[in-house]
């Protein structure tokens, strides 16, 4: 029975498309987000593909290994969002706001960073003009979030 009930989890979880969320979260102008870690290649590239919809107090915490310009992509993805990019001191060095999401594969248009960075939170589209997010602002990280 634990077997099967271990299985069960993991189909759950795989079908829900999750990176980690062992509960994690992020302060972001006063706001606190519900966070899912996307810290290694698989779980960076799949991102929030195929997600019909996500909470408004959640988002998904993209973990680099070093500070460099970013680039994403709406490809797969369903929802529109905010891309928010962060320094290695977690400050916000760009923003790509209600980018629409994008069902033309490989032909999705890239976001880039206009400056280098390290972490990139995704929100809901129109999160960070309710927060009215300026270039500074500073990202706070829950326990559990750390850089490698």
């Known amino acids: 029975m634990p077997l099967m009930r271990t299985l069960l989890t993991c189909s759950l979880l795989i079908l829900a498309g999750c990176a980690s969320t062992g ?6 102008a006063g706001a606190r987000y519900q966070v899912e870690l996307a810290q290694d290649d ?8 195929f997600r019909d ?39 916000l060095v760009s923003q790509q706001r209600d980018v629409p999401p994008c069902s033309a594969g490989n032909a999705c248009p890239p976001y880039p ?3 280098p960075a390290r972490y990139v939170l995704e929100l809901n589209a129109g999160q960070a003009a ?9 990202l706070g990280f829950g326990p559990g979030i750390e850089a490698r």
């Open 53 to 91: 919809q996500m909470p408004a107090d959640h988002g998904m915490l993209f973990i680099h290994e070093r500070q460099e310009p970013q680039a994403y992509w709406m490809k797969n993805t369903r929802i529109a969002l905010d891309i928010l990019y962060f320094d290695n001191q977690r400050k």
């Open 130 to 138: 309710k927060l009215k997010l300026e270039d500074g602002a500073e």
């Open 42 to 49: 698989a779980t960076r590239a799949r991102g929030l593909m």
């Open 23 to 28: 509960g994690h979260w992020v302060e972001l």
């Open 113 to 115: 960073s206009h400056r």
